[in-house]
């Protein structure tokens, strides 16, 4: 795609998508303006970039809708000095993004190939404050209570309920559960106490972690 076409496109993926998606906050809005999309996935892909799909970043994994990303984002209202952990870096995009709102990004990711690609990326594109790490994010020994945001960038079929103690009094979470075709975006939220409350976002479609817990099967 020649550059007038790429911006185009990005406006009009901003503008036609997210925008309409009640996605209104500007600092989301001008990340997902500033971090290059099209970097983020291979040439033969960079046509489809900033459609309404999820477009294949290679080893059968997908990114998040442009649209996804968006109210992922904005749920999450990710501030300056925010530490972030990110479960499932995939592309590295949304790293990035998160970044870009100031946060200082912890991102876990099991599939080796994908996290070397999306470290290359960052490098190359010199993105600060993001950590990548090769493992399972969901079984990883972490700190209770060290997070301020958690972005959780595949579908949990069964809610995990251990990811609210990393957060911080006044921590956001951010997760879609259940399975097709009934599956919610879930903003769970800390206040200063502590105590968490949980808010159904709105339904989506989104492919599940690997190994992430699944449903108890009953046999009769």
């Known amino acids: ?3 007038n076409d790429i911006e185009t496109a990005r406006f ?3 503008a036609q998508q997210i925008r309409p998606w009640e996605v209104i906050d500007e600092r989301v809005l001008d990340a997902l303006q500033r971090v290059p999309r099209e970097q983020f996935v291979d040439a033969e892909y960079r046509g489809l970039a ?3 799909i999820a477009v294949p970043i290679g080893d059968g994994q997908t990114m998040m809708k442009p649209v996804q990303e968006g109210r992922m984002l904005q749920a999450l209202d990710v501030r300056p000095g925010d ?4 479960i499932g870096t995939g592309s590295g995009f949304m790293a990035a993004c998160l970044a870009r709102l100031g946060g200082r990004v912890i991102s876990y990711e099991i599939r080796t190939a994908l996290s070397e ?4 990326r960052l490098r190359r594109l010199g993105v600060k404050n993001v950590e990548l790490v090769v493992g399972d994010g969901l079984d990883a020994s972490l700190t209770p209570g060290s997070f301020d945001v958690i972005a959780v960038t595949g579908s949990l079929p069964v809610y995990v309920d251990s990811l609210e103690t990393l957060l ?3 921590g956001r979470l951010f997760v879609v559960t259940g399975r097709e075709p009934a599956m919610h975006a879930l903003l769970v939220s800390h206040n200063a106490d502590g105590e968490a409350w949980r ?3 709105f339904e989506t479609v989104l492919p599940p972690l690997d190994r992430a817990p ?3 099967r009953f046999s009769f």
């Open 117 to 120: 690609a999306a470290a290359a």
């Open 168 to 170: 911080k009094p006044g």
């Open 1 to 3: 795609m020649l550059v």
């Open 83 to 86: 530490d972030v952990l990110e």
């Open 199 to 201: 808010e159904k976002l």
């Open 12 to 14: 009009n993926m901003i």
């Open 214 to 216: 699944q449903p108890e």
């Open 50 to 52: 900033f459609a309404d």
